[in-house]
């Protein structure tokens, strides 16, 4: 059996092997075989280990968790061999597309063994735009509209919501395809959840938004695969220019409270400055897009 804790303090002293994946919230590196995983925090940590260890005893493919060092907020995972279909570096097909769209609808169609109050999807919304309100009081002018619209459409959209396990961050660099065993693995759980299925859905149409090479065949690849499993989530063309304006507002939230990311990534701030403002040309094509879909099921 492998001393994982002499694994780590050797990784902390070397910490020199490739690193996989690094951002604000954690470290992913590659360490003599093993991915392991630092976080910025112990609640991103146990979300992790939660969702890994449920989606484990399911026909969702993820990584095993094979030692858990909560002191340093750490875990070992096994290696997977296989090609991170980041949107960044990867164009992804309209079969991978309409494999991501399965993979989602098997995702929210795990058992929950537990149903929460919709009201407490809609309390932690609102918890959430009181602290946005204070961080962009500065910029009131531009951004009043928006909050007022996101309160006010959170307690309408979100009447008798069908809780399902949420990802929370559903896009391809959280995947993983194995050749050798022709199957995908979900990875990157600390976003875990039990909520509402549609923000899965909206992070994912939120990657094909963004980029020009996309187009509506391969929205509508990958809603076919959803679809195919699942019915799609209702008011889902509302749900998507809710969560766009939403999210647009955490973003501006965030670039206002972290300098350095900020001026580190200017072009997406004012993308989502644009979305907040709901002003970004791509949400209106993609709400069409959604609208053309949806009127095509009935």
Sequence with gaps: MENYLDLINDYLRKKNDLICFNSFSNDVRLFKNHIIKTFNSRERLEKCIIGLQIMSNTSINVPKVLFVCPERNIIVENYINGVALNEYTIHLTRKSLYDIGQLMGNFHNVN???????????????????????????????FLDSIDFVERESRQLFKDLHFTYVHGDFRPANMLFSQSEDKYYLIDFENFMIGDPSLDVYKMLCILKSNCYYNIEDVNSFLDGYSSIRALPKKMVNKWIFYDVYYSLRSVRRAINDKHFRNSDDAYIINADKSAQRKNPQ????????EKYMNNLH
Aim: aromatic share 10%; charged share 20%; net charge negative.
């Design 283 to 290: 949400t209106l094509i993609m709400t069409n897009w959604l």
């Design 112 to 142: 929950v063994s537990s149903y929460d109050n919709e009201d407490s999807w809609v309390i932690t919304i609102l918890s959430d735009m009181l602290q946005i309100r204070q961080s962009l009081a500065p910029y009131q002018d531009d």
